[in-house]
């Protein structure tokens, strides 16, 4: 199993950023996604998920409304927009299979730094 994350970045307070997660290895259309987050000093926690058909998402309560998740199963691959981010979503993220679980082995991760 392979999760590849990228689009992270240096973005000022109130600004976006895309995550993308692109996965092989396993069935990935078959597959629900999490996306987690590790800030420094901290535990890695659960950001968002996603159902395999994208039919039903759910996201921690210190990102919602301003994140969304999505996939397209075509790509193998799943997304994090992030919006209006704020210090404190400064992190590590990472995707993994699951419904706000992870199944494998952790990929490399993508940092997000939200600083002005």
């Known amino acids: 199993v392979q999760l590849v994350e990228s689009g992270g970045g240096l973005v000022q307070p109130g600004g976006s950023l895309r995550l993308s997660c692109t996965t092989s290895?396993?069935?990935?259309?078959?597959?629900?996604m999490s996306w987690f987050r590790q800030a420094p000093g901290k535990e890695r926690e659960w950001v968002a998920a996603i159902t395999e058909t994208a039919l039903s998402t759910t996201y921690a309560h210190s990102v919602k409304g301003r994140f969304t998740i999505s996939r397209d199963n075509a790509k193998n691959s799943v997304y994090l927009q992030m919006n209006s981010l704020k210090p404190e979503d400064t992190a590590v993220y990472y995707c993994?299979?699951?419904?706000?679980?992870?199944?494998?082995?952790w990929g490399q991760g993508t940092q997000v730094t939200v600083s002005s």
């Open positions: 290895g396993f069935s990935f259309s078959d597959s629900d």
């Open positions: 993994n299979s699951g419904w706000t679980i992870s199944h494998y082995s």
